[in-house]
């Protein structure tokens, strides 16, 4: 019984090997989404060096005001940058709002709980 008239909660004597079993699934987990992903992106990067390699002849480019010749591979090598570099900044703008949402949400627990 605690101090006021309520009976306490039992231990959990059964929370360890639970909990170890819920962190290797999500390890598990964690482990195919990885090679999940790899594997992806060596299928979109060999796909990506076939096109390459199969479009070496020089063609007319026109974009705004520029007017220019040059082998299609350097534009497509070039546009596959610009994709990968637009990709990582999306990611990383996603998981900063992520980050700064779950940092809002703590902050006003914190002062809810401090307010009552």
Excluded: C
Aim: hydrophobic share 50%; no cysteine; glycine share 4%.
């Amino acid at each position: 019984m605690t101090d006021d008239g309520m009976q306490s909660p039992q231990p959990n004597t059964n929370a360890a090997p639970e909990s170890a079993a819920v962190i290797t699934r999500e390890l598990k987990s964690s482990r195919r989404r990885m090679w999940t992903a790899t594997l992806l992106g060596a299928i979109v990067a060999l796909a990506t060096a076939l096109l390459i390699a199969q479009n070496r002849e020089s063609v007319q480019f026109n974009w705004l005001v520029f007017h220019f010749t040059t082998p299609l591979w350097v534009m497509l090598v070039l546009t596959a940058i610009a994709g990968s570099v637009f990709w990582a900044l999306l990611r990383a703008t996603w998981r900063r709002g992520r980050r700064v949402n779950a940092e809002r949400r703590s902050a006003l627990q914190a002062h809810r709980d401090a307010s009552s």
